[in-house]
């Protein structure tokens, strides 16, 4: 097993254990995959403008559109397994760090 597996098993089980938040686990993940705002498929102006804390008031079909790239960068890494909700939840978790 690669690093990055052994990594994400650990910081998982503690993330499903309520050790470590969402947003955390998955702004560990973005950093460890390479994923940057540059990778946000929105503006920061968008992402401040938005009503919901979970951004879901942004068009899903653009965080989905994103999915080729993150899932790139992520088995680059050595992520193996990816769901298009990694990709998402990476994203939206760079997103509102970048604005906060």
């Known amino acids: ?7 994400y098993n650990e910081k998982r089980a503690l993330y499903m254990a ?7 686990f998955y702004c560990w993940l973005a950093d ?7 990778d946000i498929p929105f ?16 068009p899903l079909i653009r965080w989905d559109g994103m999915d080729p790239i993150i899932r790139a960068k992520a088995g680059r890494a ?3 397994a990816w769901s298009i909700s ?11 760090r970048e604005v906060h």
């Open 1 to 7: 097993m690669n690093t990055l597996e052994n990594d």
């Open 18 to 24: 309520g050790k470590l938040g969402h947003e955390e």
């Open 32 to 38: 460890k995959i390479g994923a940057t705002a540059q």
């Open 43 to 58: 503006t920061l102006d968008q992402i401040r403008a938005s009503k919901d804390p979970h951004l879901n008031d942004l």
């Open 78 to 80: 050595g992520r193996r």
């Open 86 to 96: 990694d990709t998402v939840c990476v994203l939206k978790a760079l997103a509102r």
